[in-house]
């Protein structure tokens, strides 16, 4: 069925380093695609969205890839530290005969060490 | 705005009790979504509102979950009779346009023991 595949599970990184999370999606009417930082215990919170007719995104040390053509999103955060380790989740929206609803990924678990 | 206001935090219950989660949206907010997470199966959607009319409910996993949404700015998601793997942490989100910029309450961490 319709859904959006997250990789890597895990990731882990050195303070400073970068990181790259993709997601690819396979409903070609999908037209947004949020990512949701996750703190431990915590609640998912947006930290960056695009929309289907921007290719990137940039807020500081986040940005955002589209490649609609292919089906495909990244996140990457430059210059990592401590306080980014979290579970990140891509999602999509995702239309159906009933509506349009955002359908998440698996998330992915990022550790950063110092 | 207080955001979105989930209740309770935690709930332990024995199988075969009935639970309920409950839900206040933002003010304004005319979308409200449940979600369900495991380490499993992520997050997945269950069902969502728009004006308080239930959109789309085919995430509901079987019979024994049902929501409501008696007003603008309160819903409930009830499990009758729960068993051990309905065991999840339960979000109620709300949004001002459908699909965009969630925002996710606190979350209930359901355990059926």
């Known amino acids: 069925g319709e859904n959006v595949e997250q990789h890597p599970s895990t990731l882990s990184v050195q303070e400073g380093d970068s990181a790259v999370i993709k997601c690819t999606y396979s409903?070609?009417?999908?037209?947004?695609f949020p990512w949701y930082k996750q703190e431990l215990g915590k609640r998912p919170q947006l930290i960056i969205d695009?929309?289907?007719?921007?290719g990137e995104k940039k807020d500081q040390r986040i940005a955002v890839t589209l490649n609609k053509t292919a089906k495909h999103f990244s996140l990457h955060i430059t210059e990592t530290q401590p306080e980014d380790s979290a579970v990140y989740f891509c999602?999509?929206?995702?239309?159906?005969?009933?509506?349009?609803?955002?359908?998440f990924g698996k998330g992915t678990t990022l550790s950063v060490s110092s | 705005d207080a955001g979105v206001i989930q209740s309770p935090r935690h709930e332990v219950t024995e199988m075969g009790q009935e639970v309920t989660l409950r839900c206040k949206p933002i003010?304004?907010?005319?979308?409200l979504f449940w979600y369900r997470q495991t380490m499993m199966r992520g997050l997945e959607l269950l069902i969502y509102?728009?004006?308080?009319?239930?959109?789309?409910d085919s995430g509901m996993p079987e019979d024994r979950f049902s929501a409501k949404m008696p007003n603008a700015s309160f819903s409930t998601l009830k499990i009758q009779p729960s068993e051990p793997r309905d065991s999840a942490v339960y979000f109620c989100?709300?949004?001002?346009?459908?699909?965009?910029?969630?925002?996710f309450g606190s979350g209930t961490q359901l355990s059926v023991l």
């Open positions: 695009i929309r289907s007719n921007v």
């Open positions: 989100a709300s949004s001002l346009v459908l699909g965009i910029q969630l925002f």
């Open positions: 003010s304004g907010h005319d979308y």
């Open positions: 999602a999509a929206t995702l239309a159906n005969q009933a509506g349009t609803a955002l359908i």
């Open positions: 509102f728009n004006n308080n009319v239930p959109i789309d």
């Open positions: 409903d070609s009417a999908s037209n947004y």
